[in-house]
């Protein structure tokens, strides 16, 4: 079981768009449209922004937007803001009935 | 509103075993189609899943623990429990417990965490 691949980091201003990617196999992420995010703070419990590759949470912003492409996901924040500095995980259903986490993505804001 | 408890000894030593809890509140355990899993976290290190259950019973873990895992409900007083033996230093961490959604169909699998306890850290001395 191989953890799904994340950038370590990315970066941007405030308003600007990021995109994080999260790189996965064909056995996970290209087999299944259950791929889910997490935002992290410092200190603090994960929260879910995304599950089924696009869908939102009742209360998370849509600002926040999920896509999936072959064995890839991705998660995009438009209009950034100082308040999404955090630490960002995709995660995803994958054979054996077992899950799998991307390594975490540290997002700053310029 | 779920909310989600752990408790746990906080320090323990190489070779022992660990033992959680996690106190689920504002709702059954066994009410509707949610699994309750554990995630932990190690220091500085990313978000590792450890396993899964549902309230019937059913059961899957982290191949890379199954050997040394246990995860467990009690229905009667609304608890997910984990058991970890032979401790190493690596099994130091945050563990989480949180509500596991499900999806049912064609494609039926593991969907969304989505509500999460606040975690209890555990140190592993050698």
Redesign the interface.
Known sequence: ?S?LTQPASVSGSPGQSITISCSGSSSDIGT???V?W?Q?SPG?????LI??VNKR?SGVSNRFSGAKSGNTASLTISGLQAEDESDY?C?S?AP?????????TKLTVL | QVQLQESGPGLLKASQTLSLTCAVSGGHISTGDFYWTWVRQPPGKGLQWIGYIHHSGAVHSNPSLTSRLTISVDTSNNLLSLRLSSLTAADTAVYYCARLGWIFGVVAGADYMDVWGKGTTVTVSS
């Open positions: 079981q953890a299944y449209n259950l889910s997490y992290q603090h419990a994960p929260q879910l599950f089924e949470p995980y995660c259903y054996g009935s077992t899950l799998v986490f991307g390594g975490g």
